[in-house]
């Protein structure tokens, strides 16, 4: 067997670095369905960053943040959308939304395992992703005032 040099080892790295790089970029981005019933994907919020909120009709921590999580929506710099914790139905989330208040995008993942994020083992829990849909970061508990002001500054100074 031949000696293979530095070189060549640099080389063969960086030809499987490009090859899991072009199959990662080939592979679908992750699809939910929202209350309507609509298929979504998450490359459908491509562009700026989006703020992914797990929340359940049972934890009054994720009720209190909707209306401010709604007002982030509103603003229009990080796209918001909700996850129910528990499974639902398109025609849940819409009763849920209704009867809650809830002025955000809430959505039913396809496939949690194909999303950038794993799936909370608390609530409320946020994953901030950045305009092309890598995890930036989370955000374990009740999102305040203070704490939007500072992801919204940190999303700002984003390159």
């Not at 981005?29 to 929202?34: E, I, V, Y």
């Not at 994907?41 to 049972?58: C, T």
């Not at 229009?76 to 139905?89: H, L, M, R, T």
């Not at 496939?111 to 890598?134: I, K």
Request: charged share 20%; proline share 9%.
């Amino acid at each position: 067997m031949g000696r293979v040099s530095g070189k060549d080892m640099e080389m063969k790295r960086i030809c499987w670095l490009i090859v899991a790089a072009l199959l990662g970029a080939c592979s679908p981005a992750p699809r939910f369905t929202d209350a309507t019933g609509q298929a979504v994907s998450l490359s459908d919020f491509a562009g700026k960053p989006l703020l992914v909120n797990y929340f359940a009709p049972w934890c009054a921590p994720c009720l209190r943040e909707m209306p401010l999580l709604a007002a982030l929506h509103r603003e229009g710099q990080i796209g918001v959308i909700a996850i129910n914790y528990d499974p639902a139905s398109p025609a849940e989330l819409t009763a849920l939304a209704r009867r809650h208040g809830i002025a955000v995008p809430l959505l039913i993942p396809e496939d949690e395992s194909r999303l950038p994020f794993p799936r909370p083992g608390a609530l409320p829990t946020s994953y901030l992703l950045d305009g092309e849909g890598r995890l930036l970061e989370t955000l374990v508990g009740e999102l305040d005032e203070a704490r939007l002001v500072a992801l919204t500054a940190r999303v700002a100074a984003l390159p």
